[in-house]
């Protein structure tokens, strides 16, 4: 069964103390693996799609990487404003928009 | 450019009643999904649209059930509430080119006392 994990599932940090989000996956033929940012009450939204292991994609103080097994969200010198639940998905068999999430790690950044 | 919206935002229902639930994806925008998010389980697959013909459908009891139409709004139903069914229920569109970048509404938050 395809499954998404990520740890941890809380993670405080201070302003400017950079760290990373793991996500692990076990999908057959992975088709793509996607980050996703959601702030409280509203929908997420979309960050990073990565295909292959070896890539990796930068938006602002964020950085996605993947490897076959797993992918991790580096945050650097992170804000009060990063504070949100970050996501992560893979699409499952029987159709690239049925994505399987993981449960998220919640970020907090302390100013 | 318009994002997602979908209507109602709040709404409490009882159990054994139904609920209809409204989406209106981006324009451009031919595929819906729907996703069910809550505390325990997080975001699960409910079912995806394409030209108004279901593609892809989740793991959940045949009380849930959508439709979508030809302009691309997209509607979904869930009959005979049970408590269970409280939950946050995510529309999101995409363009079919671009595979899992979800464009998400923010969510109505269905309660059921």
């Known amino acids: 069964e395809d499954q998404v994990t990520q740890s941890p599932e809380a993670l405080r940090l201070q302003e400017g103390e950079s760290s990373s989000l793991n996500c692990s996956y076990t999908?057959?033929?992975?088709?793509?693996l996607f980050w996703y940012r959601q702030d409280p009450g509203k929908g997420p939204e979309f960050l990073f799609t990565?295909?292959?292991a070896g890539e990796e994609k930068e938006k602002e103080r964020l950085k996605a990487t993947l490897t076959k097994k797993e992918s991790f969200l580096h945050i650097t010198a992170p804000k009060p404003e990063d504070s949100a639940t970050y996501l992560c998905?893979?699409?499952?068999?029987?159709?690239?928009?049925?994505?399987?999430f993981g449960k998220g790690t919640k970020l907090t950044v302390n100013p | 450019k318009a994002g997602v919206t979908q209507t109602p935002r709040y709404l409490i229902k009882t159990r054994g009643q139904q609920v209809t639930l409204s989406c209106s994806p981006i324009s451009g925008h031919r595929s819906v999904s729907w996703y069910q998010q809550t505390p325990g389980q997080g975001l699960q697959f409910l079912f995806e649209?394409?030209?108004?013909?279901?593609?892809n459908k989740g793991n959940f009891p045949g009380r849930f059930s959508g439709r979508q139409f030809s302009n691309s709004r997209s509607e979904m139903n869930v009959s005979t509430l049970e408590l269970g069914d409280s939950a946050l229920y995510l529309c999101?569109?995409?363009?079919?080119?671009?595979?899992?970048?979800?464009?998400f509404g923010e969510g109505s938050r269905l309660t059921v006392l």
């Open positions: 998905a893979v699409p499952v068999q029987g159709g690239s928009e049925k994505l399987v």
């Open positions: 990565l295909y292959s």
């Open positions: 999908v057959s033929g992975l088709r793509g």
């Open positions: 999101a569109s995409s363009l079919d080119r671009l595979p899992g970048e979800l464009f």
């Open positions: 649209y394409f030209s108004e013909t279901q593609r």
